[in-house]
């Protein structure tokens, strides 16, 4: 049992008892030993006085040699029950008179009846002896012994102790009351602070002050209590007001990201159907999609990134793959040349490792991403794909192929900046359909296990869905990722974008 487990209230009545205790248990020894020595004193005292008269009335028996005066003037001894033995010496040391209690149990020592011990007293638990001389004309002419039990004696000191066990036993009970009642004083502040801090918690409101009844150190302690809830709702307005500001920032930069995101219309009227999933983890996130036409109407380029991190520092990358984005656009709409979505990987690469000064191993910044660019042409009925840790996963002929990226980042400082990242072609003569996502599904976790959803699950999905209208895909989609996530935590951004492409034939949309 841990005495510090236990409650001040206990612990408080525990010690008040226990110093209690201790006090009536020094006080009782005390005493104890006191009416000892009293009652020790005492009956030594009153034996030799009743020695020292007896020795007056015995003096002239023992002038005149007369023992039967001395046995009669010894015998109303007998009226002290107490009284064991009395005996008279000559000068000489002899045994002129005595007197023995018709008691017949008592022993005694053999040196109390010495004749030559004349010790004027002796004491033990048993006995008690004095020694007084008989004078005559200032004379000694022999001496008296007389011997007593100690019974009147035990009788005293036990009624004395017994009077101070019960008086003590009552002192007792009264001070534990008196602890139980006491303890309200200093504990009574204790516990109202103990609820104010409670409510203070469960409310969370810190704009109270809390008032002390006491002028004491409990009055000091609600003080620097009050002094603190003070301060903290200082800071808490201060915190919320920098919250707020920070949360104002954070959701006009969402409202930003958003802005440069291409329009779904933009999207629909270039392919035959499509459907875009994007989720940031966050209000803003690190995963981005572009759409843009380029020199013509059936020309375009469709790119899906997942930026370092999440959340703030995402959408930061996430503004200048866009600004870098913007840049290779312009340059591809004013070329005449063969577009390779390869050569744009290279060119994101190396232009981010350069801005972000990257190519230094010592470099403190380490961004980048990884993601897939598509080119479709669909006047020369021709896509081409370059990935980045991403694949491509397209179906044909009801067939479903995937087409690894490249195992290399973008733009970090591991990256090789003179990487040459590879080309894919897939030809479009046929009804395509092209999905392209981010690791924020494939790596989310969720199940009865807790494994991640990974690619063979989205695989299994694409085959069960690719054939229903695009808008439907989009709500299964949601749900098998929904369903499989449950109450587990959303660990990354992600997108997930799919088109369709029928260049032979009118796509039925439903």
Request: charged content about 25%; aromatic content about 10%.
């Amino acid at each position: 049992m841990n005495f510090n487990n236990f409650s001040i209230r206990t612990k408080l009545i525990f010690l008040l008892s226990l110093s209690a205790m201790i006090a009536l248990s020094i006080s009782m020894i005390s005493f104890s030993f006191s009416i000892l020595s009293f009652q020790k004193q005492d009956s030594i005292t009153n034996l030799t006085q009743l020695a020292r008269i007896s020795s007056e009335n015995i003096t002239a028996s023992l002038t005149f040699d007369d023992e039967i005066s001395a046995k009669n003037i010894l015998q109303p001894l007998s009226i002290n029950k107490n009284i064991q033995v009395a005996l008279v010496y000559d000068l000489q040391n002899d045994l002129f008179a005595s007197y023995v209690s018709d008691k017949n149990s008592f022993k005694i020592e053999k040196k109390l009846l010495n004749p030559l011990d004349t010790a004027t007293k002796h004491f033990d638990w048993n006995q008690i002896g004095v020694t007084v001389p008989i004078v005559l004309n200032e004379n000694i002419i022999g001496h008296l012994k007389i011997i007593s039990d100690t019974e009147q004696l035990k009788s005293k000191v036990i009624d004395e102790l017994q009077m101070m066990s019960v008086v003590s036993i009552l002192t007792l009970f009264i001070l534990v009351f008196l602890a139980f009642k006491i303890h309200k004083i200093f504990t009574r502040p204790i516990f109202n602070l103990i609820n104010i801090m409670d409510l203070v918690a469960r409310s969370n409101h810190y704009d109270m002050r809390v008032e002390c009844e006491n002028d004491d150190e409990f009055k000091y302690l609600y003080d620097g209590f009050s002094n603190m809830l003070a301060k903290v709702q200082t800071q808490n307005e201060k915190i919320e007001e920098i919250h707020q500001q920070t949360r104002d920032s954070i959701e006009y930069s969402a409202d930003i990201q958003k802005a440069i995101l291409p329009k779904k219309e933009n999207i629909d009227k270039f392919f035959n159907d499509s459907f875009v999933l994007w989720e940031p983890k966050d209000t803003v996130g690190g995963d981005i999609y572009f759409f843009q036409t380029l020199r013509h109407e059936d020309e375009a380029l469709l790119m899906v990134i997942d930026c370092t991190g999440h959340g703030v520092p995402g959408a930061f990358v996430t503004m200048l793959v866009k600004a870098i984005e913007k840049e290779i656009v312009a340059k591809l709409i004013k070329s005449d040349y063969d577009i390779n979505p390869a050569k744009i990987m290279n060119y994101f690469n190396k232009n981010m490792k350069k801005l972000l000064d990257q190519n230094d191993k010592n470099s403190i910044s380490n961004a980048g991403f990884d993601g897939g660019i598509v080119y479709i042409n669909k006047r020369e009925k021709v896509l081409k794909f370059s990935g980045s840790q991403t694949p491509l996963f397209v179906v044909q002929d009801d067939v479903l192929q995937i087409i690894k990226g490249d195992k290399q980042s973008v733009g970090y400082k591991k990256t090789d900046i003179d990487y040459k990242y590879t080309e894919h072609k897939v030809d479009l003569f046929k009804p395509t359909r092209v999905y392209l996502t981010t690791d924020g599904y494939l790596d989310q976790t969720g199940g009865e296990k807790g494994f991640l959803y990974g690619k063979k699950r989205l695989v299994r999905l694409v085959s069960d869905v690719f054939k229903k209208p695009f808008y439907e895909q989009l709500k299964l989609f949601q749900k098998a990722f929904s369903n499989y996530k449950a109450r587990s935590e959303t660990k990354d951004d992600g997108t997930l974008l799919g088109v369709y492409l029928d260049l032979g034939e009118v796509y039925d949309r439903k």
